[in-house]
């Protein structure tokens, strides 16, 4: 049995507008296809999702089915909603907090929640997520790599994590809005898989290269997707470390040594890269992640696993013992 | 011995500029501390170079430390000079393919040349590169990884490469100008060890997206630094071609299969990440290079591969039998 720190949910009914801003690109439900709902924003159909998004007995049976006894609960990255006036922000992340501390509270036993805080605005994001963990049903909060194109390394988002780490709250990042539409020849549905993992990977750099992972320690921090590309990028990142002054007088920890203390999600796709992640980041970082439920989430995330032939010390830790670290549980 | 595909040169001398526009970044040297030269753009140091750039001598007794027995020669990526009015970049490629060709003809046996072409316009590019393989000292052309922020995968490039498949011309891709300047914190210096690797890996999507490489399967294309971050974004890319009939129907041919008719430097700075590239690519992909004579060279690359514990018939591929296939020699 395993705990999934990746999988997300959607709310059931999503409230009317009630804000000012005509152009807010709030989004609503509508049912599609028999047991799935269409997520519109502006009038169209962003994403058709299962309704395993928020029905808790569903979840429920197919975690067992996949060996998942816990889940953790986070919101589909578009909720975050980084990019509406703040206090629609703060509006949707009451709907988002409610329906995921609603879905703990059904299994304390098989779900922990991540909320969402209006990330643009950090000093309030920062007096949210202190609220967030205050009401006992969440362990943190999710956040994207960028929030508005402004990577989360950015100094500004430093009160954020400060206070994340001083409540040790866990914080789970996830692409959101990919770095270089311009470099991208082919529809959006590529975005996923050809641009989420260099978002990612800028992500994490930006969090390394501001000083910010030096000077929060003890911040308890994940990625989606295995890191996305970081994991081919540390060893450049640490070989112009080693050789250029002016790099490791900007970082004054190796990058290497940062890179494993992050905690990194399994759902890189196959055996190899798995492998390669292990190597890269050690064996107190990988978590098992699904992206469950949506289209293409991992339906055999220990299979996966199993496929790797890692030790059962350390598959013992990739299952479980690395995301009770995480998590403070 | 080995064969380095990857290695670079500047012109000891750069003309004055002749051209007409008065914002041309035509670039010129002037000396720098001994052995070295400052390469000067719009008044102000690029970048400051070893003499070995340009000095055959040198790099003759550098290549026997190494253990290189080959050199394969190409510009200085800043040449490619794409973002000059056309004429002024044909002008540049003269000055920089004579330098290449004159050090070819100093000697045969130990140096190979890839040229430069004007490829913000693929037809003249393509009429460039005709006269280039007609001229017997060059094996190919080095490319940028975009033409003023277009990926090399967009069609309108299609001319160049066809001209490459058909000619038997070798191209070596390297990482210019990168996507995701939004996404740095910290001094340009970073790029090349942050940006650089996922430019790269937009650069391979793109050919792989838009079909050129299945339109042009004879195509002999290389990319520096073991392809950048590529090889850590192919799961997830052939994950999404396997699921989703859109990208499938996008993309007539397995991307692992195209990645594998590819050619991949070794010049990724560990060695779990070296054994990540032979699993992800093939045996019949990786190519010695070192980035000679830039600062950040790798002096060992011999050692680097004997690190991986290769068998000896993958070492032998590398080393010497895939540069051969990739060079036509």
Chains 1, 2 share one sequence.
Request: net charge negative; glycine share 8%.
């Amino acid at each position: 049995m395993a705990i999934d720190i990746h999988t997300h949910i959607v709310p059931a009914d999503l409230p009317p507008y009630l804000g000012s801003n005509p152009k807010t690109g709030w989004p609503s439900t509508c049912p599609a296809h028999c047991g799935h709902s269409h997520l519109m924003i502006h009038g169209k159909i962003f994403r058709t999702v299962s309704n395993a998004c928020w029905n808790v007995e569903q979840r429920l049976t197919e975690m067992d089915r996949m060996g998942i006894e816990h889940q953790v609960l986070s919101p589909m990255p578009e909720l975050l909603s980084y990019w509406f006036d703040t206090l629609d922000t703060v509006a949707m992340s009451r709907v988002v907090n409610d329906t995921i501390g609603g879905m703990v509270e059904a299994s304390r036993m098989r779900f922990s929640g991540l909320g969402m805080v209006p990330l643009q605005d950090p000093d309030l994001a920062a007096r949210e997520l202190e609220a967030l963990m205050a009401d006992g049903r969440f362990r943190g909060v999710e956040i994207g790599t960028n929030v508005n194109g402004i990577p989360i390394g950015d100094p500004r988002f430093e009160p954020f994590f400060a206070a994340a780490e001083r409540l040790g709250a866990s914080v789970f990042v996830h692409a959101l809005h990919p770095v270089g539409d311009e470099r991208l020849i082919g529809p959006p549905i590529l975005k996923p898989f050809v641009s989420f993992p260099c978002e990612t990977s800028f992500a994490i750099s930006s969090l390394i290269s501001s000083g910010l992972l030096t000077r929060h320690p003890e911040l308890k921090i994940a990625f989606s997707h295995g890191g996305g590309a970081f994991a081919s990028v540390l060893p450049r990142l640490q070989f112009g470390w080693r050789k250029m002054a002016a790099i490791s007088d900007l970082i004054p920890e190796s990058p290497s040594e940062i890179a494993r203390r992050l905690y990194y999600d399994t759902l890189v796709y196959d055996t190899p890269t798995l492998r390669f992640l292990l190597s890269s980041f050690g064996e107190r970082s990988l978590l098992v992640g699904t992206d469950y439920p949506f289209e293409i989430y991992e339906q055999d995330p220990l299979g996966a696993i199993e496929n790797a032939s890692f030790s059962e010390n350390v598959v013992e830790l990739i299952r479980k013992g690395n995301a009770l670290r995480y998590l403070s549980l």
